[in-house]
């Protein structure tokens, strides 16, 4: 009966919008834009998500349309992103990769929870604060805009990486590759209005609002 009901208001929701849902879609923001003040204020955030992040959606989408990507897993087209356009490497990586970023922050902070991902955490950084010192030195290294990135590498080991503009370790065009499970913007755009030229203390007030038990249970 639940199903039949289900089937009834998929129908009626589609003929109310006259299309279906798109395969790749556009994800709404997990909080509100002021939700994670003061670290990330509302002005960046409503820019960043709704200009930056829709841009590179509507763009990606531009460069699959009419081709099989449109039904394809992202995830398998990152694996060989290299035999597909330039497009679809910068504009498919900034949407991904800012859905991957928004969700890798929370606004009250959290730790991080019991379980194989906190023992293995510490085994590879001992502390907090050392994961923090390294994580920010990835991200100072940058030269340019990119990403800092903690990733499981095909060994299941924790490794900090970064890359260049919109590319992820998801893609066959990186050094470095594995499993995303962290993911900081360091483009300019992701900080400017509010530290301006201050990388650094952008970087600093992220890690009180990474969501822990997100990037715990992308491991
Ligand atoms: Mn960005």
Same mark, same amino acid.
């Given at each position: 009966?639940?199903?039949?009901?289900?089937?009834?208001?998929?129908? $009626?929701?589609?003929?109310?919008?006259?299309?279906?849902?798109?395969?790749?879609?556009?994800?709404? $923001?997990?909080?509100?834009?002021?939700?994670?003040?003061?670290?990330?204020?509302?002005?960046?955030?409503?820019? %960043?998500?709704?200009? %930056? %992040?829709r841009g590179y959606?509507?763009?990606?989408?531009k460069a699959i349309k009419g081709t099989e990507l449109e039904k394809m897993d992202i995830v398998s087209m990152f694996s060989s992103v290299s035999k597909q356009s330039i497009a679809v490497r910068n504009q498919g990586g900034g949407y991904w990769n800012h859905t991957f970023f928004w969700e890798s922050m929370v606004p009250e902070g959290k730790k991080i929870p019991d379980g194989d991902f906190k023992k293995k955490f510490y085994e590879t950084f001992s502390t907090?604060?050392?994961?923090?010192?390294?994580?920010?030195?990835?991200?100072?290294?940058?030269?340019?805009?990119?990403?800092?990135? $903690?990733?499981?590498?095909?060994?299941?080991n924790l490794v900090i990486t970064t890359t260049a503009n919109q590319d992820n370790p998801l893609m066959d065009v990186v050094v470095v590759k594995g499993k995303p499970l962290l993911g900081i913007d360091v483009w300019e755009h992701a900080y400017y209005l509010k530290y301006k030229n201050k990388r650094i203390d952008y970087v600093n007030n992220l890690f009180?609002?990474?969501n822990w038990e997100k990037v715990a249970s992308r491991y």
């Open positions: 009966m639940k199903n039949i009901t289900l089937f009834f208001m998929t129908i $009626l929701s589609l003929s109310l919008f006259g299309q279906e849902e798109p395969f790749h879609k556009f994800h709404p $923001l997990p909080y509100s834009y002021n939700a994670l003040e003061p670290n990330i204020d509302a002005q960046t955030m409503e820019i %960043h998500y709704d200009r %930056h %992040h959606y509507n763009n990606f989408l907090l604060e050392q994961f923090e010192s390294q994580f920010r030195e990835a991200a100072m290294s940058i030269f340019g805009s990119g990403w800092a990135w $903690l990733i499981k590498d095909e060994n299941g009180p609002i990474i």
